[in-house]
């Protein structure tokens, strides 16, 4: 199972768009386990994060910062690389 992993915090208008690009992405792929991180709950997390937030991380790799390409993302899980990654 492949795991996206969503770094933020409260009140960010970008993480909220990452959050929909990333949930429509799983509406189709139920093999994905989304977990979302408060930056603000780690501090090391917050240092290393708090003007480039939010990242999306795909099975532990950072693939998007600040900003979700859809098309991107999707095309990890179904395109050329991603029939690497879910092994079609």
């Avoid at 959050?19 to 139920?30: D, E, I, M, S």
């Avoid at 603000?40 to 997390?45: A, E, H, I, R, Y």
């Avoid at 990242?55 to 899980?77: C, M, N, S, T, W």
């Amino acid at each position: 199972m492949h795991r996206i992993t969503i770094l933020s915090k409260p009140g960010c208008h970008l993480c909220d768009v990452a959050k929909q690009a990333v949930n429509r992405l799983v509406g189709t792929h139920t093999t994905v386990l989304v977990e979302e991180i408060d930056i603000l709950q780690n501090p090391d997390l917050h240092a290393q994060y708090k003007d480039d937030i939010p990242v999306i991380l795909v099975d532990g790799v950072e693939r998007f910062r600040h900003h979700v390409d859809p098309d991107k993302l999707a095309q990890i899980f179904y395109g050329e690389l991603g029939e690497k990654l879910i092994g079609f």
